[in-house]
């Protein structure tokens, strides 16, 4: 068996899939909690900033909100797929400023195409990953220590890039600064998109469906099927009305959703998401199962990677220049934060690609929200560090109630 073969359904994935209530409270019991710890959580944090200050539900605030979290959570989206496979990058801060400065010097400096930049800065990304893997697979360092060195390293490349001066300037009229600061969808797309996203979801659940049935699994019905499509019809549709009101969905946000959903298709529909799942699972077993586990690490790091220097470019756009701060500060713990609040098990074989969707919202949220009461940094630290003790040890405590459950 190769690392791109289908494994069969039924050792994928036996849980029940209907949604009795009996069936929702056993998978509840079992320490399969999927996102409502999250959701409970960001409702929460939703409450009591809109009581502290009612500015901070309103359309021009959440146009902002989603607007400044899509840099570090196209990062933590990398972050989870590293995190899967139960390895970790510490580097993708310093990746991403790395990056920022690539295509800052190449193309205001050295005069490239914008599109020539981009490629060079995010193919550099892809080159760090493969580094990593070979020093991973070949070395046997650990991830930690190999990404560690790279922290150091590519931040210091980043400085000596940047030069004196420490940062050099986008043009406003360049596309890129425009895609990430002006560029918004037409209210009229924005529902077309919304439909679309609603149609999509009940194809995607009715062929999983019917796959499962096929198998001998149980499926959702059709009926259900249904009603959460019209759901997300309606959700989504109050959403982007309310933030029309203001500037709108921008393209930005778009993309990044787009990214996501594309992300959660490859981890579970395909052969190489399941071997993901399965060496995050259990490594030993993975590798005699025929999976190459070292070809997976090596895809895995450069995805992350790359993904790191896509921030990067999309922190500098939003900037309209690379600076010795971009990648810096919190933004490498800020990703990997967001991708364990947002579900994703730091012990591996645990997490969904909305995890980075979801756990960087509630970290811009925090930060939202503290900017708003005319909060320092200090608290949003403090803040974001609770939420992330908080995430961490329900994954545990939930890590440990699946493994109980699994010896009853």
Known sequence: MSDTTVLPERALDMRDERLRPTAVLDRIRSGDLGVLPIVVGLAVIWSVFQALNPVFLSSAN???LLMESV???????????????????????????????????TYVNAGWSLWLSMAAAIGSGAVIGW?????????????????LAGLLGFLGLQLWLLGSKGAVNLPFDSDLVHFAQLAFVPAWLSYVLVAVAAV??????????????AAGLSARSTKVLVVRSLAVLIGLGFAVWYLNEARGVGWMVVSFVALVLVMNYVLTRTGWGRSVFAIGGNVEAARRAGINVKRMYTSVFMLCSTLAALGGLLAAARLAAANQATGAGDVNLNAIAAAVIGGTSLFGGRGSAFSALLGIVVIQSISSGLTLLDLNSSFRFMVTGLVLALAVSLDSVARRSRAAHGRA
């Open 71 to 105: 840099s570090v959570g196209v990062i933590a989206l990398g972050i989870v797929g590293v995190l899967l496979v139960g390895q970790i990058d510490l580097s993708v801060g310093s990746v991403s400023g790395l990056s920022a400065a690539i295509t800052a010097i």
């Open 200 to 213: 999509w979801i009940f194809i995607t659940g009715y062929s999983l469906a019917r796959a499962r049935r």
């Open 62 to 64: 959440l146009v902002n």
């Open 131 to 147: 580094i990593y893997a070979q020093m991973v697979n070949r070395l046997g360092v650990p991830s930690f220590v190999a990404t």
